[in-house]
């Protein structure tokens, strides 16, 4: 016997991009429903182009006064010591206390043997991290269409980066990587084959646990 609630929902996953049936444009089939991840540049890619831009103007707005900004001196000064502590052997919750999984730790040592451990380099992570959360919401969020995906991508910035600044928290890798792992469950859902979906899901949904 089918599922009605099942079929509903396959119905409103399959369903047109509500802007391109507005507007009358070809269809661009959202990243998050089986789409490719690539930007297009001909007329079909316009209405991307424009959501991702405003997008992208509401985050570069307030980095410079974020990178130059006080911050939250215990937590930003936890993510520049206990890496480094890593760096040296030592283990979190066994030879100091971290409330949090070890895997931001271990990637946030590795950052800084690349890129140093100066303030500026835990920011830029931090800024990486709520790019990430960001952009998995501006994905899942595709599905309702551009002007609802980029609506919601404008609101997740000013929740994500107004609280805490560009500080490299775990809590918000773990969501970030939880929100992808999201995507691409989805993704697998719809596609009905999608196995290395599927993989990318349980990889990022165990990452996350590790941050968290």
Known sequence: MANPAGSFIW???MTPDPDAVA??????????????????????????????????????GPLRGL???????????????????????????????????????????????????????????????HLGIIFAIYTLARAAGHMAAAGAALVATVLIMTPIGLSALAWHGAVALGLWSLVFAVRACVRGDGLRDWWFAGGLAGLALGFR
């Open 11 to 13: 119905y409103e996953l």
């Open 23 to 60: 507007t009358g444009s070809p269809t661009v089939v959202p990243f998050v429903l089986g789409g490719a991840l690539r930007l297009r540049v001909d007329r079909a890619g316009r209405p991307t182009q424009l959501a991702l831009l405003c997008v992208a103007i509401g985050i570069i």
């Open 67 to 129: 990178y130059k900004a006080t911050g939250s001196s215990m937590e930003e000064g936890f993510m520049l010591v206990f890496p480094k502590l890593v760096q040296q052997g030592k283990v979190p919750n066994v030879d100091f206390l971290h409330l949090y999984g070890p895997t931001s730790l271990d990637v946030l040592a590795l950052w800084y043997r690349a890129f140093g451990d100066s303030l500026e380099s835990q920011r830029t992570f931090g800024l990486l991290q």
